[in-house]
């Protein structure tokens, strides 16, 4: 039998998790649904100098948004517990321990005045990415250089130290990646890194190697930016002698900004009026604040059809998927290679065929919503009205009532354009026959007597109709374009219609032909 497939989403608490983070967590959850197996989530809190108040909190609560519950959790404990790192801090120094015994780490007593000093000398010498690494730990103060006694008596002594992954010299390191294929890496161009910090945390390579072992993790699926320290982790798995059960990798593209050129940034997001996160978040520390695709109005399961599409694809036409679907058609030969381009209408586009899909009942719950907060009542029935035809216009729930406003009050205001060009002496005409013929009308207001009553309305005044329309619609909606206004006018009434056409007339000024 194989073996259960278990993968993690392993954020760190230090801010708000973005769209990149969001997509993370949504593919290990499809793949291990996929897969039938576990999705697990930890949360990466050891460097603590980044910690962010809340960010936990919103993690945990994005993912409730977007209806991905991770099987194993610090709100689920499961059997590998704890899953918060700061709560597992005494279980990673034996294991950097028994890389120092084995030869494969080293302590490092150096300064960070020292560190800088090597750094400076590194760069006068022209060297272009100063590091601390197999040629230049020679010359730094480490268990390597010092005399074992030396060592012993400053480890005694209680001298600050930290413990550094010892690089190979020469050495090809390969990792076969889901995505990219075969990935090598030569070991000189890796530093020699931290495992374990003077504060006795385990820095985040160690601490995610040790734990993603521990919890039985099968697959590591993560952002592309990781890629550069998946060598060092091919090492630690190796020298912790883990290999044979080392997880594959799958390294997710990168999504770039709307133009394509680099990273997506939250400053883009900005810039461009965007979200960026899944729901809204105050930076604590700069009291920054960012509205998230949630309060703008996506729905979650438009966000996740929409999320699911940045970088991957099914590979036909079916665009509108649900999660139960999105789990079934999911693959990880079908994420690419290359960055997706952030796009925006892609998200609003998705959220309107969700919006559509809607029944005029649940969208009516909205509107209700909506109007009660400006103190209007509103009937069931009337409101599904509004919503039935307000719906093929609008992108978020707010749009039913933002562009359905003159459905229920009476427009002040006309826009200046249209009625500088369309309104004159054959509209003033026309409607006024109109409102008389609906003054006059006793039978029942519908979209086809109300249209027929126009018709004849442009007809006694040898006008056509066509010329007119737009005018007709400033005259009863405020504006020149809109959803069908036959449908529009049953809603609004007859007798509210006969107001609306008076105060058109009386308003505004017929210019000179
Ligand atoms: N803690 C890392 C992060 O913040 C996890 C990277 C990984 O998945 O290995 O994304």
New binding site residues.
């Given amino acids: 039998m194989n073996k259960e497939v278990r993968v993690?989403?392993?954020?760190?608490p230090?801010g708000a998790l973005h769209i990149g983070?969001v997509r993370?967590a949504l593919y290990n959850y499809l793949f291990a649904k996929k897969n039938q197996g576990k999705f697990l989530l930890r949360i990466?809190d050891t460097d603590q100098t980044r910690f962010v108040k809340g960010a936990e909190e919103y993690i945990k609560e994005a993912l409730e948004w977007i209806g991905i519950t991770p099987d194993e959790s610090p709100w689920k404990e499961g059997p590998h517990g704890p899953y918060r790192q700061s709560e597992r801090k005494p279980l990673y120094m034996q294991y950097a321990m028994d890389l120092v015994e084995k030869g494969h780490a080293y302590y490092a007593f150096d300064t960070s005045e020292e560190l800088d000093a090597m750094r400076e000398r590194l760069t006068a010498a022209r060297v272009v990415s100063p590091q601390y690494n197999s040629i230049t730990r020679t010359q730094m103060k480490n268990s390597l250089t010092l005399p074992e006694d030396e060592v012993k008596a400053r480890l005694e002594s209680g001298d600050p130290y930290v413990i550094r992954l010892k690089v190979p010299r020469k050495e090809e390191i390969r990792l076969n990646d889901m995505i990219r294929g075969w990935v090598m890496v030569h070991s000189n161009t890796l530093d020699d890194k931290v495992l374990m910090k003077s504060d006795g945390m385990p820095t985040?390579h160690l601490a995610?190697i040790v734990d993603d072992h521990l919890m039985g993790i099968t697959h590591?699926i993560?952002?592309e930016e990781?890629l550069p320290?998946a060598p060092i982790h091919v090492l630690l798995y190796r020298y912790l002698g883990w290999e044979d059960t080392m997880p594959q990798f799958a390294h997710l593209p990168l999504l770039l900004k709307p133009d394509g050129n680099g990273k997506l940034s939250k400053r883009d997001a900005d810039k461009n009026g965007f979200p960026i996160f899944p729901m809204d978040w105050t930076d604590p520390r700069t009291g920054d604040f960012s509205q998230g695709f949630r309060q703008a109005g996506y729905f979650p399961d438009a966000f996740v059809n929409f999320l699911a599409f940045l970088g991957w694809n099914p590979g036909d036409n079916q665009e509108i998927f649900s999660m139960e679907e999105l789990i079934n058609a999911f693959s990880v030969e079908r994420i690419g290679k290359s960055g997706t381009k952030f796009d925006i209408n892609k998200a609003k586009w998705f959220n309107e065929q969700y919006l559509k899909a809607k029944s005029n009942h649940d969208l009516a719950q909205y509107l209700i919503e909506d109007l009660k907060q400006e103190g209007i009542e509103i009937l069931q029935a009337k409101a599904e009205q509004i919503v039935a035809i307000m719906k093929e216009r609008a992108t978020f729930p707010s749009d039913l009532w933002k562009e359905g406003r003159f459905m229920l009050i009476a427009p002040t205001e006309f826009d200046e354009k249209v009625a500088a060009k369309k309104w004159n002496e054959d509209v003033v005409a026309v409607l006024t026959a109109y409102r008389d013929a609906l003054d006059k009308f006793e039978g029942e207001f519908t979209p086809q007597s109300a249209k027929a009553m126009l018709e004849s309305a442009a007809e006694s005044q040898e006008i056509k109709l066509g010329k007119v329309m737009q005018a007709v619609r400033l005259a009863v909606t405020g504006v020149g374009a809109g959803p069908d206004l036959m449908e529009i006018f049953t809603i609004i009434g007859k007798d509210e219609l006969i107001k609306r056409i008076d105060f058109a007339l009386n308003t505004l000024e017929v210019k000179a032909k």
């Fill in positions: 993690r989403f392993a954020p760190s230090t983070g993370t990466e985040y995610n590591v993560r952002g990781w320290s």
